[in-house]
């Protein structure tokens, strides 16, 4: 087992906490609280570091537990991921667009939003973990508690899903 350093291995790592956080919750504040309180518990598990095979899954495992418990307390399923209309950056959409194209690739972005924020929590966990924090199947299955093949179906499932709902959506009124 390698030597973990607090500094160089698991503060790093707050960012993806922060996300896994903030797609589970959907809140910001939320979600930062979260993420003080998953390297607060890392910190004080610091004897045990030694034992862990990997401190990125336990942390990780440790955000989406808090996570998920701080959901079930507030109930707050309805909330949007982004309460922001700015996170959508100018340099992801197209600068030679016209408004209304920019528009529209703003709507679509947000029914996808939309679309991701009503999959069922362990779909959507899956899909954060996999397509937004590029990790592998066995790094998600190690943080989910599921086996890969689980893993796997979840994620297909999540992109069917969205896809379909996306399809019917922009087919709406054809």
């Known amino acids: ?31 930062e609280d979260i993420v003080q309180e998953t390297l607060i518990k890392v910190w004080n598990r610091r004897d045990s570091w030694d034992t862990i ?7 990780m495992t440790i955000c989406r537990n808090m ?4 959901l079930r307390l507030h109930d707050n399923q309805n ?5 922001d209309e700015s996170t959508i950056s100018s340099d992801r959409l197209d600068s030679g667009s016209t408004p209304y194209e ?3 690739q703003r709507e679509k972005v947000e029914i996808v939003r939309t679309l991701i924020d009503s999959l069922p929590e362990k779909q959507r966990s899956c899909m954060q973990l996999r397509d937004f ?8 299955a190690a943080v989910l508690g599921i086996s890969e093949d689980l ?8 992109r069917q899903t ?4 996306f399809l019917e959506y922009d087919n709406y009124g054809l």
């Open 1 to 31: 087992m390698k030597k973990i350093n607090f500094r160089n291995d698991i503060l790093p790592m707050k960012d993806a906490l922060f996300r896994l956080a903030l797609r589970i919750t959907l809140s910001r504040e939320e979600a």
């Open 53 to 59: 095979e990997s401190i990125e899954a336990f942390s």
């Open 162 to 165: 969205i896809k379909q709902k």
């Open 102 to 104: 920019r528009t529209v």
């Open 67 to 70: 996570s998920l418990d701080r």
């Open 133 to 140: 924090e590029g990790k592998t199947y066995k790094e998600i």
């Open 151 to 158: 893993v796997k179906v979840n994620i297909f499932r999540a």
């Open 79 to 83: 909330a949007s991921l982004d309460d």
